[in-house]
Nanobody
Framework: QLQLVESGGGLVQPGGSLRLSCAASGFNWNYYAIGWFRQAPGKEREGVSCISNTGGNTNYADSVKDRFTISRDYAKNTVYLQMNSLKPEDTAVYYC???????????????????WGQGTQVTVSS
């Protein structure tokens, strides 16, 4: 299975920013929607954001809307998640994945042909 590699996490103070990256080698994902998920301790994995194959459509969970921005760089074969105004509630391990469907409602997001990677830890604390 294709395994994506997440990076960019770390420890940040409330109100701070982080930029997460998701990359894959040997795979052209230009035709697929990509999603970001997160899993906090003791909680189920939840969808955060997605971006369409063309990059023309994006969706966000209500909890991160207006604070997070998803984007993709086709030349670098990388998808980003810019996280601003971070809150302690954003603390989680963040994962990216190729989606089974086009980027639609966050509640319907499902991992497709990629397997879960190690994720990247985001900790928001003062």
């Amino acid at each position: 299975q294709l395994q994506l590699v997440e990076s960019g996490g770390g420890l940040v103070q409330p109100g701070g920013s982080l930029r997460l990256s998701c990359a894959a080698s040997g795979f052209n994902w230009n035709y697929y929607a990509i999603g970001w998920f997160r899993q906090a301790p003791g909680k189920e994995r939840e969808g955060v954001s997605c971006i369409s194959n063309t990059g023309g459509n994006t969706n966000y969970a209500d909890s991160v809307k207006d604070r997070f921005t998803i984007s993709r760089d086709y030349a670098k074969n990388t998808v980003y998640l810019q996280m601003n105004s971070l809150k302690p509630e954003d603390t989680a391990v963040y994962y990216c994945a190729v989606l089974t469907l086009a980027c639609g409602p966050i509640a319907t997001m499902r991992r497709g042909l990629s397997s879960w990677g190690q994720g990247t830890q985001v900790t928001v604390s003062s």
